[in-house]
C-alpha cells in the first residue's frame, strides 16, 4: 500500500458517500502501517484533491478526447490526484508524480488505462509552469504554495475570463459550485470572493482549547514549548493555536485530557450561553461533544447537561470525550429522527447548534461544498426554527437559549432568529456574534435569547 493508492481508496470511498473524508483517512490509516511522512502525505492529497476538485477538472478536461462524465469514475480520481501533485504541490517532481500515478491504474486493475492516465498528465504537467503572477486570468489559476497566496501561470488559457465571466471564474479556479459562487459573488464582491476562496483551499489552522477541569492556557501552552510544539495564544482565554504539522494524538497532554480540538469559533459559542456550576442545560444537537464539554468546563463539571443527538454513533463520540476530558455531568440522550421528543424541562439553559450548510467551514470539511445544494436551504431552516422553537419551549422563563450555526448565510442565521422572535415577541436577543472566515480562524453565528 502506497500513500497514493491509500489516498486512492478515501478519494473512491468518499466519492460514493461512505464518509466524511476526515472519518475515512483515520480509518484508512489505522490499517495501512505507512510512515508518518506517507501519512501526511495521504491526507494533503486527499483533502487537497477534494478541495480543489472543480479546479482540477478544469486543467484535466481539455486532455481527455471523450465527454469527461464518460471516463471511469476511478480514472478521473486518478487524473484528479495526479493533477493536484502536478498543479498545487512543490515537493513533488513533475516526473514523479506522473510515473507513480500512472501506477495506480495497476492497483485498481485497469493497466490498459496508463497509456490514458500518461497521455493526459504530461499534457497537464506542460501547461502548468513555474511562474507566478499577481493577478488572477484566464491562464492563472489561485495557489497557496509556501503558504503564500498567488496564482500561478498556466502555458494556455484554461480558465473562464475573471473579469468576463467572474462567477464562473470562480467556480473553476477556487473550486465552489457554481450556485455558491453566483451567491456570493453577488453578495460579497470579486475582491473579498479571492480572499475567501484563498482561506477555504489552504489547510485550516488547528487550534485547542486547554482543559479548564485539569489545567489552564499558560501551563498548556509550557507543555507545548517543553515538547518543542509552537503555539500562540488566541483572543479566547483557552485558546491556543498549534503551528506546524502535528498528529493530534502525538501533542503533549492529549492522553490524559488536558485539550479538545476546538476551532476558535466554536469556542464562543458556549461561552455566549455562560452556564453556571449547578445548571441544568440541554444541549439539543450535542455531538461530536467539542461545545458539549466546553459548557462542562464552565460549569466546572457541577449540575447536568442533557445531550441529546439522533445518532447513537455520534453520542458515543460525544461519550468519548467527555470520558478522555474527565467530565461526568453529560447524560446522553437518543433522539429519534422521527418522533422522540427532547427531555422536558424546565432546564435553565439550553444550546441549540443546530445542522446547517457548513458554508463557514469550507476548508475543514472539504466535501462539504459538493454535498451541500441550494434546494436543500429551505429544509435546513424549517428544522432550524423548528430546533430553536423545542429549545425556546424546554428552557424556564428568564432562561437563556444560544442558537449557533457554522454557516455565514444570514438565511440560515439572523433569518431563524428574526423569525422565531415574530412568532414569541416576547424573546429578547441579548447578544449576537459573527465569525468571519479567516479573521482569524472559521466562518459561524450563534445568539443568545432570553425567554421572558
Given at each position: 500500500m502506497t500513500a497514493r493508492a491509500a489516498a486512492l481508496d478515501v478519494l473512491v470511498r468518499s466519492q460514493s458517500r461512505q464518509g466524511f473524508a476526515a472519518d475515512l483517512v483515520d480509518e484508512n490509516l489505522s490499517r495501512t502501517g505507512l510512515s508518518p511522512q506517507d501519512r501526511r502525505f495521504v491526507t494533503q492529497l486527499v483533502?487537497?484533491?477534494?478541495?480543489?476538485?472543480?479546479?482540477?477538472?478544469?486543467?484535466?478536461?481539455?486532455f481527455v478526447q471523450r465527454p469527461f462524465h464518460e471516463v471511469e469514475p476511478v480514472l478521473v480520481d486518478i487524473l484528479r490526484l495526479g493533477a493536484f501533485q502536478l498543479a498545487f504541490l512543490t515537493h513533488v517532481p513533475k516526473h514523479a508524480a506522473v510515473h507513480e500515478t500512472v501506477g495506480l491504474a495497476d492497483y485498481v486493475g485497469n493497466p490498459r488505462a496508463k497509456g490514458f492516465v500518461n497521455?493526459?498528465?504530461?499534457?497537464?504537467?506542460?501547461?502548468?509552469?513555474?511562474?507566478?503572477?499577481?493577478?488572477a486570468g484566464a491562464d492563472a489559476f489561485p495557489t497557496d504554495l509556501d503558504g503564500e497566496p498567488r496564482y500561478r501561470k498556466l502555458a494556455r488559457p484554461l480558465l473562464p475570463d475573471p473579469v468576463a465571466e467572474p462567477a464562473a471564474y470562480l467556480a473553476a479556479a477556487f473550486s465552489w459550485p457554481r450556485w455558491l459562487a453566483?451567491?456570493?459573488?453577488?453578495?460579497?464582491?470579486?475582491?473579498?470572493?479571492?480572499?475567501?476562496?484563498?482561506?477555504?483551499?489552504?489547510?485550516?489552522?488547528?487550534?485547542?482549547?486547554?482543559?479548564?477541569l485539569k489545567t489552564d492556557r499558560e501551563a498548556?501552552?509550557?507543555?507545548?514549548?517543553?515538547?518543542?510544539?509552537?503555539?500562540?495564544?488566541?483572543?479566547?482565554?483557552q485558546a491556543l493555536k498549534v503551528g506546524g504539522s502535528h498528529a493530534v494524538r502525538e501533542l503533549p497532554g492529549f492522553a490524559d485530557g488536558a485539550f479538545a480540538v476546538q476551532d476558535l469559533s466554536s469556542m464562543a459559542v458556549a461561552s455566549a450561553l455562560a452556564p453556571e456550576p449547578g445548571w441544568r442545560v440541554l444541549d439539543l444537537c450535542a455531538a461530536p461533544g467539542g461545545k458539549t464539554t466546553h459548557l462542562a468546563e464552565l460549569m466546572r463539571n457541577r449540575g447536568q447537561i442533557?445531550?441529546?443527538?439522533?445518532?447513537?454513533?455520534?453520542?458515543?463520540?460525544?461519550?468519548?470525550?467527555?470520558?478522555?476530558?474527565g467530565v461526568t455531568i453529560v447524560e446522553p440522550h437518543l433522539l429519534d429522527k422521527v418522533a422522540t421528543e427532547p427531555p422536558a424541562g424546565p432546564?435553565?439553559?439550553?444550546?441549540?447548534?443546530?445542522?446547517?450548510?457548513?458554508?463557514?467551514?469550507l476548508g475543514r470539511r472539504p466535501e462539504v461544498r459538493w454535498r451541500i445544494h441550494p434546494n436543500e436551504f429551505e429544509h435546513l431552516i424549517?428544522?432550524?426554527?423548528?430546533?430553536?422553537?423545542?429549545?425556546?419551549?424546554?428552557?424556564?422563563?428568564?432562561?437563556?437559549?444560544?442558537?449557533?450555526?457554522?454557516?455565514?448565510?444570514?438565511?440560515?442565521?439572523?433569518?431563524?432568529?428574526?423569525?422565531v422572535r415574530r412568532g414569541i415577541k416576547s424573546l429578547k436577543v441579548e447578544a449576537e456574534g459573527h465569525a468571519v472566515p479567516g479573521s482569524p480562524a472559521d466562518g459561524g453565528y450563534w445568539a443568545r435569547l432570553r425567554k421572558a
Open positions: 483533502f487537497g484533491t477534494i478541495r480543489r476538485r472543480a479546479t482540477l477538472d478544469a486543467l484535466i478536461r481539455p497521455g493526459v498528465l504530461r499534457r497537464v504537467a506542460e501547461a502548468v509552469t513555474d511562474e507566478f503572477v499577481p493577478a453566483d451567491r456570493w459573488l453577488a453578495r460579497f464582491g470579486p475582491d473579498e470572493c479571492h480572499r475567501l476562496g484563498f482561506w477555504f483551499n489552504a489547510p485550516p489552522p488547528l487550534w485547542v482549547r486547554a482543559n479548564a498548556l501552552r509550557l507543555r507545548f514549548a517543553a515538547d518543542t510544539v509552537p503555539v500562540e495564544t488566541g483572543p479566547h482565554p442533557v445531550a441529546c443527538d439522533i445518532e447513537q454513533k455520534r453520542l458515543n463520540t460525544v461519550t468519548a470525550l467527555c470520558h478522555r476530558l432546564f435553565d439553559a439550553a444550546l441549540v447548534d443546530v445542522p446547517c450548510s457548513n458554508t463557514g467551514v424549517r428544522l432550524q426554527t423548528r430546533l430553536l422553537l423545542t429549545a425556546i419551549d424546554r428552557v424556564r422563563p428568564g432562561g437563556a437559549v444560544v442558537y449557533s450555526t457554522c454557516s455565514i448565510e444570514p438565511d440560515e442565521n439572523e433569518g431563524v432568529v428574526k423569525a
